[in-house]
């Protein structure tokens, strides 16, 4: 992983949308901020996860996202993926101290990059999503399986 900054902070009255979760696949990937498509830039129309899948699968490779319910301690989110998946890194969505949603790179039990441009904001997950939920995508090998055939 390669620590990349956001290049905006989220202010959607005035157009600009936060592209943390950007520099968190640019981190992953090791990839520039500028190779990455902006995702969310603009209002969440249901159709994030579509655009990282087809931009993912140009490179072989797939989003993985796996709910916890609002209600786990990040800790026992953090605690649980580790024992399960040690030493594997992700990216963790949550709600920032900014009460917006928020994209960091976690693993090892613990937030290990903060992409916000501001030093308050760092390690600023304060909460799940206002969906209720933590989101954790996880990077894989994308496989086309014919569905005749599962």
């Known amino acids: 992983m390669i620590p990349l900054m956001q290049r905006n902070r989220h202010d959607p009255a005035n157009g ?29 129309e249901g159709s994030t996860t579509r655009k990282e899948r087809e931009w993912l ?3 072989g490779l797939t ?7 609002g209600e786990t301690p990040l800790d026992d989110v953090l605690g ?3 024992a399960v998946n040690p030493g594997v890194l992700f990216i963790l ?7 917006t949603g928020h994209s ?5 039990g613990r937030i290990l990059h903060d992409p916000s441009l501001t030093k308050k904001d ?6 799940p999503m206002r969906d209720g939920f933590w989101w954790l995508t996880f990077i894989g090998a ?7 055939a599962a």
């Open 57 to 59: 699968a140009t490179r």
């Open 93 to 99: 969505g949550g709600t920032s101290t900014n009460g």
């Open 104 to 108: 960091v790179i976690a693993g090892c």
């Open 16 to 44: 600009i949308y936060g592209d943390c979760h950007r520099a968190a696949y640019a981190s992953l990937l090791e990839l520039p901020l500028d190779d990455v498509p902006h995702f969310c830039d603009g209002p969440d």
């Open 63 to 69: 989003n993985i996202n796996i709910i916890f319910p």
């Open 122 to 127: 760092h390690h600023s997950i304060v909460g």
């Open 142 to 148: 994308a496989v086309t399986v014919q569905k005749d």
């Open 80 to 82: 649980t993926i580790e």
